[in-house]
């Protein structure tokens, strides 16, 4: 389903698809899914990790929806939308007869409090009210019409409110069903909710009252009967089901691609596909507790970057199918600057970085150290991963390092515990990745310093007023071609604080199926277009 929300969020990957699983011998009406991971908690009103996510794009809908080819907004669950010539009022018309997954019926209270919600301080919902914040209110017209007022200006306005997360007021209002609010879930969506096994799979199977089903427009959609969701991290596992046959679809990395899927089986019974399209990158990276004491010195930040060997691990484990971040942005986005590139492999510069910063091995041990706040530490800090097959990248990183004086540490934790640590700023540094949000470039959410708060996605402390500025004056300009020079100064700004090590952006999507999987084409303009596959 093509996202139509705002809110990024936390993924394991680096970059590609969700792996998709089939097991086509036990049944030829089910497709499994791997969603790459176990999701922290099924509720949408607290979830921040991409495998939650993943699960509710097919349970849970919004008012219109993305055209996977042209972008272009399209009904859901509401019919028709009027916007005010002033930008500040949105009428949307709501489809009537839409059936929550319990039998209920949709109604406008639904879209108000999926509002009003957001900003109850009962549920965990930060990381999302900074694209709500600009909604004065949210007015039922009646029971099938719904207006949205805003106060400011922010040009993503229309887009947030058509793109809101519908919830079933008659389930999340009610206290006494807070128990299961991560257990069960109840949507409009195509697919209905129906097993969760911790540890091993969600069971979702076809909604046959699902509203598109009468929709010329849509009759060709999310038609596979059942959808098994599974949670394993390791490709390695994956690529083995794939090759035997139990798994109908894979995402693949580019050593996966380039490497571990060649020969035998992989000519003969699996497709290999490299496309391209427009759908935006997202970014792993290294990043830093910017309260850290000895992290919170830029200069030890850039020699870090300065440390991390791109162009080798570029050529050894992304096969050149990646390019080099340059920051906060993928480099193929129109708000990247084209100015601001990837920092350079230079062990030597970073060295002097740090002598300037006063960082010498004074006890001969081969770590630099430096008195700080009075007392003398090593330049040594502990990253947090979460997935092993990332450990390959850090381990690479921490042999450079340890070169050139920098004791770094790698700590492999699991993924719940993991984002406990990040909400509790419970860390020196952790390797994450980024999806790639909208199209259109918002920063507030991850880079300005009022999501720092709470659980916010700043979650290294970021902060740094001129961004604040730009990126404040950016929400307020509809006009994108004046919006990009100043958001290209935000990437020049962000980039030059080092609050992450940049990894790489893919070129290409890549993924393997097996040749049950029937698809239209290899990928549309803005993805993949899995809701049109078919099994054979």
């Known amino acids: 389903m093509l996202a139509t929300g705002h809110k ?24 499994y899914l791997n969603i790459g991971g176990e999701p922290t908690t099924l509720s949408p009103l607290s979830s921040v990790d991409a495998y939650s996510s993943a699960v509710h794009g097919y349970v849970f809908e919004s008012l219109l929806d993305r055209d996977v080819e042209t972008y272009e907004w399209k009904p859901a ?10 930008k500040k009022i949105f009428d949307f018309k709501i489809r009537e007869n839409v059936k929550w997954h319990d039998g209920k019926e949709l109604t406008a209270e639904d879209i108000k409090y999926s509002y009003d919600v957001i900003f109850s301080d009962d549920y965990k919902a930060v990381q999302m009210r900074s694209y709500y914040e600009a909604i004065k209110e949210v007015k039922v017209i009646d029971k099938f019409n719904i207006r949205f007022i805003v106060k400011d200006d922010y040009f993503q306005n229309f887009d947030v409110c058509a793109g809101i997360q519908v919830l079933p007021k008659h389930f999340y209002s009610n206290s006494e069903n807070k128990k299961e609010f991560g257990k069960v879930i109840y949507g409009t969506g195509p697919y209905m909710f129906t097993k969760y096994e911790k540890g091993q799979k969600i069971i979702l ?11 010329e427009a849509e009759k ?34 580019p050593d996966g691609f380039v490497k571990k899927t060649v020969g ?51 050529d050894k484990f992304e096969y050149n199918l990646s390019e080099p971040a340059t920051g906060p942005i993928y480099v193929q986005s129109d708000y990247a600057n084209p100015d601001v590139k990837a920092v350079p492999y230079d062990p ?21 150290d430096k008195v700080v706040d009075g007392k003398k530490i090593n330049l040594s800090f502990t990253i947090l991963e979460p997935i092993q097959d990332m450990m390959k990248y850090l381990t690479v990183f921490k042999e450079d390092a340890s070169k050139a004086g920098v004791e770094i540490n790698l700590k492999n934790v699991e993924w719940n515990s993991f984002i406990k640590l990040i909400d509790e700023r419970n860390f020196d540094a952790v390797r994450l990745a980024w999806g790639g949000g909208g199209v259109d470039w918002d920063p507030k959410q991850i880079w300005h310093s009022s999501s720092i708060a709470g ?56 993924y393997a199926h097996t040749k049950r999987v029937h698809k239209p084409r290899e990928s549309f303009k803005y993805g993949v277009g899995q809701q049109y596959w078919t099994l054979k």
């Open 77 to 86: 669950l509401a019919t028709e939308w009027k916007i005010s010539e002033d």
């Open 455 to 510: 659980s916010g996605s700043n979650f290294v402390n970021y902060s740094n007023k001129q961004v604040d500025l730009l990126i404040d004056q950016s929400r307020k300009i509809y006009e994108k071609e004046k919006r990009l020079p100043i958001l290209k100064k935000v990437h020049e700004l962000i980039s030059a604080d080092y609050p992450y090590i940049f990894f790489f952006n893919s070129k290409y999507t890549l």
């Open 348 to 368: 030597q510069g970073a060295l002097k970085i740090l002598s300037a910063a006063g960082w010498k091995d004074s006890n001969k041990d081969g770590i630099l």
């Open 220 to 253: 060709q959609s999310w038609t596979v009967p059942k959808i098994v969701l599974r949670f394993s991290a390791e490709e390695n596992v994956s690529l083995e089901l794939l090759k035997k046959g139990d798994i109908d679809f894979l995402g693949l990395r």
């Open 264 to 314: 035998g089986v992989w000519d003969d019974k699996i497709v290999k596909v490299k496309t391209e399209n427009k759908t935006p990158k997202g970014f792993s990276f290294i990043g830093f507790n910017l309260k850290h004491p000895v992290l919170k010195d830029v200069q030890v930040r850039k020699a870090m970057s300065m440390l991390f060997n791109r162009p080798l691990m570029l």
């Open 8 to 31: 990024l969020v936390f993924i394991l990957i680096l970059f590609g698809l969700m792996a998709c699983q089939g097991k086509s011998k036990k049944s030829a009406q089910s497709m």
């Open 205 to 215: 199977v076809k909604n046959p009252e699902w509203w598109g089903l009468k929709v």
